[in-house]
């Protein structure tokens, strides 16, 4: 059991024994896929409600995990590769790695983190216990993302890779003068809207493509808990030996922004249940990651783990728990 979730269902059949509740709660799960699964199917013990890897967009927007299925990922008409290479296909170049789970731009920027060992900083509040600071040296290079440049710590340190989303404010004097000062390389993807602009998209190629400085993927896994899962998956499609993270804790209603203190608020949307939510994302997160990823021989570390605002320390202290 991870995050109070089961699962109940693989390889066309029942694995444990249900009961009336899991019953109901996996038929509304076939009426929301709108088959019968093909795919695992988790329950979760709390919500008594069914959920899976077959939730994708095109199924349930609200809560997804992925884009599409594998057979559809290139074609689908909203998220599929004639989206990304119109969006950033165009400014940054055509040439692209692709398998039926990403596709990430042929850029020598990114093979360099092959066989590495990367930490990864997230804003989540486990983040703001800098104990990981003291241990930078221990990495090949550290990751980030969005506005990772307004933290004490992380303005002082040298982030190889950051993910940028579309709120980041890229014409801002704070980046300006972090990029400035360090060779930082900015990855944009396919899949985070809104889209930038034109005029945006024009400045990014001048200011950090023109200098060698911008690489741009797109994921068929997306989820719900923010960016740095998503580049949990790029080191791991990239090839990295060993992925350490911190920051990665779901949506920290109650704490204070890592990187944007009272700044940032914490907007649910139309989620009703966010914890919820979360707890399940991580589920598939850590599922797809472990399980259904054949060749992927990355090791990792929660270096969160234990934290209470930490909703991923119940599936990596059973499945690689912290090495202090």
């Known amino acids: 059991m991870w995050n109070d979730c089961i699962k109940i269902y693989e390889k066309d059949d029942f694995i444990v024994d249900i009961d009336r509740e899991m019953l109901n709660s996996f038929h509304c799960y076939i009426n929301i896929i709108r088959h019968e699964p ?3 199917v988790w329950y979760d013990t709390l919500t008594q409600r069914c959920f899976g890897p077959e939730q994708d967009f095109y199924a349930n927007p609200n809560e997804f995990f992925f884009f599409a ?10 998220w599929g590769k004639k989206h990304v290479s119109k969006y950033l296909g165009s400014v940054f170049g055509s040439s692209v790695l692709e398998t039926t789970e990403y596709i990430i731009q042929n850029s020598e920027n990114l093979q360099k983190f092959k066989d590495k060992k990367i930490l990864i900083v997230g804003a989540g509040p486990s983040a703001a216990d800098l104990s990981w600071a003291d241990r930078v040296d221990d990495y090949d290079f550290v990751w980030s993302c969005n506005n ?6 992380l303005k002082n340190i040298e982030v190889a890779l950051a993910g940028i989303g579309p709120n980041v404010d890229i014409r801002g004097e704070e980046f300006i003068s972090y990029m400035n000062a360090h060779n930082t390389i900015c990855t944009f993807e396919g899949g985070i809207s809104p889209f930038r602009d034109e005029k945006d998209m024009s400045y990014i190629e001048e200011f950090l493509n023109n200098r060698n400085r911008a690489a741009y993927y797109h994921l068929r896994y997306f ?11 790029l080191a791991t499609f990239l090839g990295a030996k060993e992925v350490h993270f911190v920051g990665v804790d ?6 204070a922004h890592t990187f944007e203190g009272d700044e940032k608020v914490h907007d649910i949307g139309r989620i009703a249940q966010p914890r919820d939510v979360d707890r399940r994302q991580f589920v598939i997160l850590w599922d797809y990651l472990l399980n259904d990823l054949k060749d992927n021989t990355t090791k990792y570390q929660n270096l969160g783990e234990g934290h209470p605002a930490n909703q991923l320390t119940d599936i990596t202290k059973k499945e690689f728990p912290l090495i202090k």
């Open 38 to 40: 093909k795919l695992q």
């Open 148 to 153: 990772f440049f307004k933290n004490k710590c």
């Open 250 to 255: 779901g949506i920290p209603f109650g704490w």
């Open 69 to 78: 299925q594998k057979e559809k990922f290139y074609s689908n008409p909203t």
């Open 223 to 233: 989820g719900k808990i923010g960016t740095v899962p998503r580049l949990i998956c």
